[in-house]
């Protein structure tokens, strides 16, 4: 489940500042001995080349697991909202997901531009979460197509915090 907030409820969803009938809580269960509970923060990023005919794009990210080195999970963690005509995205949106703490220590971020028919690739990044705490730790995240590219088609900056 994906939920929107304004740039004001960054403190909120990441849990600082926030009083105790707002504070968002966590429904999913885990077990806290093979399993933690991510709090993923979307804020904003840029596409640096337009996708579509109109000289934008509707950007979202993907968010995936690492299951050894060049193999990805086949079902996503978590995706961010769209957003629709623009190179300079702001998705403002956050998701709690649950992942095995032995075996992920990385994630795969994937940027894709939303299309009717077959959305398009633009770039993917993997993330070391190994030092991720219960502190949040901020991600500025460049996607290249390839891992050779010199130049990154696109960056975001996402944050990361484990709830426990």
């Not at 990023?45 to 934008?56: H, M, T, Y």
């Not at 957003?83 to 992920?104: D, F, H, R, V």
Request: with cysteine; hydrophobic share 30%; charged share 30%.
């Amino acid at each position: 489940m994906t939920l929107n907030y304004g740039s004001s409820s960054l403190h909120k969803a990441l849990g600082s500042g926030a009083d105790k009938k707002e504070k968002k809580t966590s429904n999913r269960t885990a077990d806290s001995a093979t399993e933690t509970i991510l709090n993923i923060v979307y804020r904003d990023g840029k596409v640096f080349e337009a996708q579509d005919s109109n000289g934008s794009a509707d950007p979202y990210i993907r968010i995936g697991t690492v299951k050894s080195e060049g193999v990805f999970s086949k079902k996503w963690k978590s995706e961010s909202p769209v957003c629709e005509k623009t190179l300079s995205p702001n998705w403002n949106g956050y998701e709690e997901e649950t992942i095995i703490k032995k075996t992920t220590t990385e994630l795969v971020v994937e940027l894709w531009d939303k299309d009717t028919l077959k959305d398009d690739f633009i770039g993917r990044a993997i993330i070391d979460i190994s030092t991720v705490s219960t502190y949040a730790k901020s991600f500025n995240i460049e996607f290249k197509e390839k891992p050779t590219d010199e130049k990154p088609k696109g960056t975001a900056s996402i944050y990361i915090k484990k709830l426990w």
